[in-house]
């Protein structure tokens, strides 16, 4: 069992900066891959990055690439999405998850998520 907590959504202005956490618990947590997704009003689920157990594999989708990247700490548990150069339409609840074996985009593929944390750009 692994459980996510995410952190750090907010309020921010477009050109702005936040910079996602997510918090697993679970003893064997270095051995998941991790995805950040986000689904905003009215809109299907959609992925935004993803790492791989050992931090070595990164891909970003092509509407973040260059402004986002994901990282991750394995001592800490924990899963970072640095986010730049923000804009209206990154608006959105964000999700982390988690999943055992290799990195995939597609969601329904991830066994455990996070709550889900609000971020919202103004213009």
């Known amino acids: 069992q692994v459980q996510l907590v995410e952190s750090g959504g907010g309020l921010v202005q477009a050109g702005g900066s936040l910079r996602l956490s997510c918090a697993a618990s679970g003893r064997t947590y270095s051995s998941y891959a991790m995805g950040w997704f986000r689904q905003a009003p009215g809109k299907e689920r959609e992925f935004v990055a993803y790492i791989s157990w050992g931090g070595g594999s990164t891909r970003h989708a092509e509407s973040v690439k260059g402004r986002f990247t994901i990282s991750r700490d394995n001592a800490k548990n924990t899963v970072y999405l640095q986010m730049n150069n923000l804009k209206p339409e990154d608006t959105a609840v964000y999700y982390c998850?988690?999943?055992?074996?290799?990195?995939?985009?597609?969601?329904?593929?991830?066994?455990?998520w996070g709550q889900g944390t609000q971020v919202t750009v103004s213009s």
């Open positions: 998850a988690a999943k055992l074996g290799t990195t995939t985009d597609h969601p329904g593929e991830y066994t455990y």
